[in-house]
């Protein structure tokens, strides 16, 4: 991966959003992954989410752990830090970053082997203590920069490009966020942008712990027959079950939802997202149902897309529990923080 | 060590009470502790217990000295033994001329051979079983009835023992009743039955004012308030928790605005030690000062992030309460094992600042200067205090606070100063120290960059280019040399113009300079360094340089700091001698005297350690 910054020449005709910049304010370096990788597709999606709810760049921190997804968050967002950090580690500098700063937003980009095999356990701790931020798994079912082997996620009986058959039970990132209390939890495919865009936007504006898993087939290792997350199978066997539109705030006014049609999940800014059901049976907002509707459908061997899982968290999320203030920690003036002579004369007192 | 020319051995002795986990015993020793130290003595107070909640044998050594040594002098003076278990070894270790009390509920006729000893026999649990009610009070009373025949033998002031009484049960009155009563059944009995005091006893003196009875962990918490720490990410361990749990006790009553209730920090208990110091690199490159305090199993699994941290140049703070090793080791008991592995946690070229103080007041201050350090040099810094600092009480001066005090944030672009450059670089070296700038999300797009633990370029851009890169891995040596500028110079006691001399680092030095006294006692003058820190610095290469033979003493098995001399100063090997100290209790000062003695003297090389 050489580093090829993009020239930012932007033709004037390029429309621009409510802070007047064109989706060209909102790229990143040029991507080095092969020609017609799925991480690419989800890479312009994020561009296209952010420049669509005019986020400020200097606004979003890029988290990344190891592997060919994580790289990518240098190809979106130059205006943002970016840290990509060690092998299945981001969930942690992502507690961190935010800890220290609930103010921004928070990405964090990662792989199937990044989260489901050496990233596991802070993956589901990461769910746990609800940390503000959209964590995307970019899921090809194989290690891309080690050439093939089977990750985490691969079926069974799928088989890899030097034709072994895997023998044994993925882990399915949307069941385990269901399973560990995560309330938005979405899956999608790197194929369906119009799917994804409005996801990617609702999952940052989402004030607690944001999933959305994926399918984002790889063209070099798993792309070929007998590959249950090539190209080929995921469009077959994929099937959108609820779509998700993002409404910013300004635009609530005009909006109404027929009741039993749309559900609409406030967020903590007033804007919200409004959830259409494809299917009647399915009640997203039900932990419970949601959960076996999708394990339903997975033994199957379908993929259920869309918003598979949404309800409002915002008294579990990280800092509502931890009662940190409004101000983030990093901007607390020192005064503040350091009790000075006097007090360290009364908190000795015990010891005396 | 000092025996008065009289005979007598006023506020000058070692008292050790064996007992068994669970059983309140914490609570006897500490007050025996205090009321020594609130009648002006110094004392030391030694804690050897068991990694086990209840029921496993646990001692504790009190030190009163007069002198104010803070170390273990190797001897015990008087036995308190309770504890059936281990009473066979209990006595055995009794000096001769010593005493030793027993529970004399239960005769032990076939363990009391030894005619060089006082033997003082008190039915403490009979009393106990006839004044109080219910088996835990029983068992509980009967450790505090020990303190009460304590204080009838040694002279202690008993109404300093009800005030001490008073403030720990304030609210719980009922409990300072039921605990004097027990301390007045061990006192009587001993009035009515022995001599009393033993010519080993306590007299008032006026040598603790100004001081304090504290831990390290609790002083280094203190430090991490003090320095303005608001993210703190941990996963429990021995001996490092007491560390956090003081950290957040301090923070519940400094930091909570008293209008809205709202807490200036973030106390997060991680999944392992890998998530806790991945969030204090996230933190801490975000703009917080944050920390996390663990022991040696704990930075092996940090080492990865650690390097990412060194490479990446993000400041972190990492307290490394030391215990035994290798592996699990004894993870209650102390030794200074983790001083190579923390100088260069992580593959590949890696190297940590350390700091290494002594005793829980040098842990307050250098926990604070570690945040300045950290934030100055953008690297992590390891503070190596141990098992004996961080959970022994130490009487130390009373800590200090300047008013004045403002964190040094190093160097870091603001809003401002990005508006008016054209161009950010992270890891240009614009000031030519080897320290370059940073930036916090959120504040400008102009100051984004990517930061990576693959290659990068001084422009912050990633690189395969073997020039680019070595560029940057270079500067990072000239910013190690900028750090020996900054670092805390090394503790220097005596002329300078010894032959020999002794060589060691923090928590040896108090065993250190009592053995200083001994051996000068004997005619024989060594000088001493004291190292508080890695990398070392010029005063460090000057003095081994200006000794022919030096001692160097560490508690552990490999010579780890002798080791880190030899690669990282210009000193001659052989002019080191090691003594090595690694039983897992603390370092006694006559383990050094006989060490050093034998060897100056006697050519007798004692390179292996004791158990002294």
Redesign the interface.
């Known amino acids: 991966?050489?580093?090829i910054?993009k020239p930012k020449i932007a033709h004037p005709s390029l429309p621009k959003n409510d802070l007047g910049l064109t989706r060209r304010d909102y790229e990143g370096?040029l991507s080095t992954l092969c020609a017609g990788c799925g991480h690419d597709s989800i890479t312009a999606a994020i561009i296209e989410a952010c420049w669509g709810i005019s986020m400020?760049?200097?606004?979003l921190?890029k988290?990344s752990g190891i592997g060919c997804s994580s790289k990518t968050?240098?190809y979106f967002v130059?205006?943002?830090?970016?840290?990509?950090?060690?092998h299945g580690?981001m969930?942690?500098?992502?507690?961190?970053?935010?800890?220290?700063?609930r103010?921004?937003y928070y990405i964090g980009i990662s792989g199937d082997g990044d989260s489901l095999s050496i990233g596991l356990?802070?993956f589901?701790?990461a769910i746990r203590?609800n940390v503000n931020m959209l964590y995307i798994i970019e899921n090809n079912g194989v290690y891309g920069l080690t050439k093939g082997q089977f990750s985490a996620s691969a079926d069974i009986g799928t088989k890899a490009k030097k034709g072994e058959v895997n023998q044994q039970p993925p882990i399915d990132p949307v069941l385990l966020a269901m399973n560990l209390g995560a309330g938005f939890v979405a899956r999608s495919f790197s194929g369906d942008k119009a799917q994804l865009v409005p996801l990617i936007q609702a999952g940052l504006k989402y004030p607690g712990f944001a999933l959305i898993d994926v399918l984002s087939p790889c063209v070099t290792f798993n792309d070929h027959e007998g590959s249950t997350k090539s190209y080929a199978y995921t469009r077959e066997h994929y099937e959108p079950v609820v779509e998700a539109d993002f409404v910013p705030f300004k635009k609530e006014i005009s909006t109404e939802y027929a009741p039993g049609e749309a559900l609409p999940v406030m967020l903590h800014d007033g804007s919200r997202v409004v959830l259409r059901k494809l299917d009647d049976d399915y009640d997203p907002s039900d932990e419970l149902a949601a959960h076996e509707y999708v394990q339903q459908h997975i033994a199957r061997g379908e993929y259920l897309t869309g918003l598979l899982h949404c309800r409002p968290t915002q008294d579990s999320e990280?800092?509502a529990l931890?009662?940190?203030?409004e101000t983030p920690?990093?901007q607390?003036p020192?005064e503040?923080?350091?009790?000075?002579?006097k007090?360290?004369g009364k908190?000795?007192a015990?010891?005396? | 060590m000092s025996v008065a020319s009289n005979g007598s051995r006023i506020n000058d002795f070692v008292i050790k009470i064996a007992t068994v986990n669970g059983t309140g015993s914490a609570s006897a020793n500490t007050l025996l502790m205090k009321s020594i130290f609130r009648s002006g003595i110094p004392v030391m107070g030694k804690n050897y217990f068991p990694s086990n909640i209840q029921g496993l044998p646990t001692w504790y050594e009190i030190r009163v000295s007069k002198d104010g040594y803070v170390a273990r002098s190797g001897k015990v003076d008087i036995m308190v033994a309770m504890n059936a278990e281990t009473y066979a070894r209990d006595v055995r270790d009794v000096a001769p001329g010593g005493y030793l009390i027993y529970d004399s509920t239960w005769p032990r006729p076939a363990l009391l051979k030894r005619d060089d000893i006082t033997v003082i026999g008190i039915p403490l649990a009979r009393l106990c079983n006839e004044n109080f009610k219910g088996v835990r009070t029983r068992i509980l009373m009967k450790n505090i009835c020990y303190a009460g025949v304590l204080a009838a033998l040694l002279d202690l002031d008993v109404e300093r023992i009800r005030e001490l009484l008073a403030e720990t049960y304030a609210k719980k009155p009922a409990l300072v009743d039921a605990n004097m009563q027990a301390i007045q059944l061990g006192y009587d009995y001993a009035k009515t039955h022995f001599d009393c005091p033993l010519i080993l006893r306590v007299e008032k003196m006026d040598k603790t004012s100004g001081h304090i009875m504290i831990d390290g962990n609790t002083a280094a918490a203190l430090g991490c308030i003090y320095a303005g720490a608001t993210v703190a990410a941990w996963y429990p361990i021995t001996p490092s928790t007491s560390l956090m749990d003081a950290f957040k006790n301090f923070a519940d009553k400094t930091r909570i605005d008293p209008e809205t209730g709202k807490a200036n920090f973030a106390f997060i208990q991680a999944e392992d030690e890998l998530a806790a110091i991945g969030m204090v690199l996230g933190a801490n490159w975000n703009g917080a000062r944050s920390f996390t305090a663990t022991s040696g199993p704990g930075v092996s699994l940090m080492s990865e992030f650690l390097g990412l941290a060194y490479y990446a140049e993000v400041p972190a703070v990492l307290f490394d309460v030391q215990r035994v090793g290798p592996s699990t080791g004894m993870p209650t008991r102390t030794q200074q094992c983790d001083l190579i592995s923390a100088a260069y946690a992580s593959h590949g070229d890696t190297k940590h600042i350390c700091l290494y103080p002594a005793n829980p007041e040098e842990s307050f201050y250098m926990a604070v200067q570690a945040f300045d350090l950290a934030e100055r040099l953008q690297t992590p810094v390891i503070v190596l205090l141990d098992l004996d600092i961080g959970m022994n009480d130490w009487m130390c001066r009373d800590l200090q606070w300047d008013d004045s005090y403002r964190p040094d944030r190093g160097k870091i672009l603001g809003k401002e100063e990005l508006e008016k450059i054209e161009k950010f670089y992270r890891y240009l070296d614009k000031d030519e120290d080897g320290i370059t700038y940073r930036t916090f999300p959120g504040v400008h797009p102009k100051g984004a960059y990517f930061t990576r633990g693959s290659g990068h370029t001084q422009f912050g851009t990633y690189t395969e280019d073997s020039a680019d890169y070595q560029l940057v891995l270079d500067r990072l040596v000239r910013k190690f040399t900028t750090a020996k500028r900054h670092m805390p110079k090394p503790v220097v006691v005596g002329h300078g113009k010894a032959k020999a001399a002794i060589v060691s680092l923090g928590s040896c030095d108090g065993a250190v300079r009592e053995a200083l006294d001994v051996i000068e006692a004997r005619g024989l003058h060594l000088d001493y360094m004291r190292v508080r820190a890695f990398p070392f610095d010029e005063e460090v290469e000057k003095f081994l340089a200006d000794h022919e033979i030096i001692y160097v003493v560490e508690q552990n098995r490999d010579a780890q700091l002798k080791s880190l001399l030899t690669l990282e100063t210009r000193v001659e090997k052989a002019k080191l001698r090691s003594l090595l100290h690694y039983s897992g209790l603390p370092v006694s000062s006559k383990f050094i005297v006989d060490g050093v003695l034998g060897d100056l003297l006697e050519g007798r090389r004692t390179v292996a350690g004791g158990v002294v």
């Open positions: 991966m050489t580093f910054p370096s400020l760049p200097e606004n921190v988290l968050t240098a130059s205006g943002g830090h970016g840290f990509n950090s060690v580690r969930p942690s500098i992502a507690m961190g970053a935010n800890a220290a700063n103010g921004l356990g802070q589901c701790h203590r990280f800092h931890n009662r940190t203030p920690l990093n607390v020192f503040r923080l350091n009790p000075g002579a007090q360290l908190l000795l015990r010891y005396r």
